[in-house]
């Protein structure tokens, strides 16, 4: 099946510092990544859909400032969370959808787990 | 608001027995239903899914069942295996085909006793 990494899988940063994410499909093309935020006991929240070589389109109530996502190649997007804060510790999850496939599924990758000191 | 529920937190099951999870929602424009199964630390693998022309679509040991009229679905697991022990999520999205979003509940988690 089709594979997404993440990288790192988890990171621990001081706050008022930016951490970057990377997503990447590692099998297929990915026209479209979605980046998802997951507290503890809770759903999947998504916070943005990057299409690749456009800007990324952001959820109600996620600070596309704060959140900057890059989605330059078919195969690799970035989550940079700058100025971060304890607030921002949780479980971030990218997704893929293969662009070859006419069907609404999507790859997970593995997570980052992200805590803010 | 959240459009999908999963009003069961957590479920337990013996070995071989079935297990059923349940998942409503509330958007009428929602016609593709999925589930994922979710490990600690990792991010979600595709189970299943339906279409809403569809009232049952049957994989290996996984079945769900899709009553659109009631906006309910659930997930049958028979027989339940330890390695089932996961926490699964329902999620929904308007169109099968094309790129809109997913939405997705708030999960379940299956604890499967040998």
Known sequence: GAVVSQHPSWVICKSGTSVKIEC?????????????????????????????GS???YEQGVEKDKFLINHASLTLSTLTVTSAHPEDSSFYIC???????????QFFGPGTRLTVL | DQQ????????SVQEGRISILNCDYTNSMFDYF???KKYPAEGPTFLISISSIKDKNEDGRFTV????????????????????????FCAASPDEVGYQKVTFGTGTKLQVIP
């Open chain 2, 65 to 88: 069942f899709l009553n659109k009229s009631a906006k309910h679905l659930s997930l049958h697991i028979v027989p339940s295996q330890p390695g089932d022990s996961a926490v699964y």
């Open chain 2, 4 to 11: 999908v529920k999963q009003n069961s937190p957590s479920l």
């Open chain 1, 95 to 105: 997704s893929a959808r293969d662009g070859s496939s006419p069907y609404n599924e």
């Open chain 1, 24 to 52: 990447r499909s590692l099998d297929f093309q990915a026209t479209t990544m979605f980046w998802y935020r997951q507290f503890p006991k809770q759903s999947l929240m998504l916070m943005a859909t990057s299409n690749e």
């Open chain 1, 55 to 57: 800007k990324a389109t």
């Open chain 2, 34 to 36: 999925l589930w994922y």
